[in-house]
């Protein structure tokens, strides 16, 4: 009986082109995840059923910002659209090649907040590490696009410095894991590196920032599971989803065992033009994530950052979208709209 109705009702999509999105076997682990992610946008754009010319126009305005996309990330998008909200998230347009005044290389002041190499220090009590340069997709819109990643330590023996610093410094009572993605690092380096931080007596918390639970579920496994829910460190882990269509059972499956280990979810989004600028798109992932256990956190005004003007919804828009946020859903999955402005002791609010 199970099993009729299970393949009676095996969607067909009349768009699909099987063999164009035949990603091929499973890969046995997540950085065999990161070996197959598409880096070629005409590729991208290939398996995607689009055109020659947006493939062309994607070759030539990526600049030395490289295309990448996980082959989880894009068996979620839409076949034949060049409007589909995540692929726009990740395809270079020619757009990112025009330079617009007030778009700028650090827009967020991270060189003037930087302690020393790899930690940064804007907001009392909290500290940034940089861990690593690398990511699991690069998002078009990044403010760090530009970030000089070769200065920062990248190995438990380079992050001693930082981990000094942090440990002279008694009023730091948490540390962010950053990047790039922290979660890029073996878990064996994160483990010793996790380990050093717990050691230093006045931390209290540990944050992680990744979008890597979502755009290679596969990464949220029993090693990283082992050092997550041993540490006695409190862990924050804020992940990075700007649409619902992100989501897909794999991803969701990942945030459950994320929770199951006892960390606490929290997301962040960036508001961005043509990707989540209408409220409903908005109410759709504040309302899965909430059914999900992650609590919407933040979203971001766009940091002003060179090649991504294209992505920005202006202030106002947005605070009417907001508006339509505070109406339609829950008061606890209403995320906060903030702004990064360079010199600032807090992200400021942007409502
Ligand atoms: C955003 C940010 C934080 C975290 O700020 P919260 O408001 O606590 O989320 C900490 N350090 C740096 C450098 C940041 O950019
Ligand atoms: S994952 Fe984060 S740091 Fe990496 S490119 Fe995307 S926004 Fe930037």
Redesign the pocket.
Known sequence: MANIVTSSVEPVEATLAPETLDFGPPPANWRESMKRAIRDPEALCQRLGLGSEIAAAAKASQGAFPTFAPLEFVSRMKFGDPRDPLLLQVLPQLAETESVPGFLLDPVGDMP?ALEAGV?Q??QG?A?LVTTGACAVHCRYCFRRHFPYDSVPHSPVQWKSAIDRLTADSSIEEV?LSGGDPLTIVDYQLKQLVDQLAAIPHLRRLRIHSRLPIMIPGRVDDSLLEWISSTRLAVWFVLHINHANELDAAALAAISRLRQSGVNLLNQAVLLRGINDQADDLVQLCGLLVDHGVLPYYLHQLDKVAGAAHFEVPLQRGREIMQQLRERLPGYAVPKYVQ?IAGQP??TPCE
Do not use: G, S, W
Request: glycine share 0%; aromatic share 10%.
């Open positions: 907040a940064l804007k907001y909290r940034l962010l990064e807090n992200k």
